[in-house]
């Protein structure tokens, strides 16, 4: 008998896993962690500091964010559609004491208004990043960056490109 309720316990874990592993590429974007040194090489690339409002769309678990404020002195926002990392990123900012200078909202961030940003940070993919652009034009403001992981902003020109790190620097 406790072979069987292993089994289904073992069954759960692993179903609740790949749900919660899937669940950001149905909405769009797969969940794929940033390492802490990219994280850092980006905010760096970006030139983030103390007077910054970085947003992080699809902030997943809230490394970026978290690293933004605590290391380089920004205010951070992070939306993430996912509730399970959005819950885990809350206790990380409380964990870190950082809940005046960061916060999470959980939803689709499509549905944000985005315009305090002077930084936005993305690793979305090609499509996501691509219906983002009318989003990113229409609500940020003049000299507001956007540095992106891996993929490009179709048919936009970065200011500059780091093909190391792979980053891409856009401004408004």
């Known amino acids: 008998m406790d072979f069987w309720i292993a089994i289904i316990v073992v069954e759960v874990v ?3 896993f790949l749900i919660w592993t899937v669940w950001s590429a149905v909405l769009g974007a797969p969940w794929a962690p940033t390492s802490k040194s990219k994280v850092r090489t980006m905010l760096e690339f970006a030139n983030v500091g103390e007077g910054d409002t970085l ?6 678990d809230g490394r970026i ?82 540095v992106s992981h891996h993929f490009i902003l179709k048919d936009w020109t970065p200011t500059e490109i780091d093909e190391k790190a792979n980053l891409y620097l856009y401004s408004i």
């Open 14 to 16: 692993v179903i609740t």
């Open 55 to 60: 947003y992080d769309l699809g902030s997943g």
């Open 65 to 146: 964010i978290i690293m933004a404020a605590k290391e380089f002195g920004a205010k951070a926002v992070g939306i993430e559609a996912d509730p399970i990392r959005s819950m885990w990123s809350k206790l990380m900012i409380r964990h870190h004491k950082l809940k005046d200078q960061v916060q999470v909202s959980r939803g689709n961030f499509f549905n944000f208004n985005i315009g305090e940003a002077s930084i936005i940070t993305l690793y979305l993919g090609v499509g996501v990043n691509n219906k983002l652009r009318e989003k990113l034009a229409k609500e940020l403001k003049p000299g507001s960056r956007i």
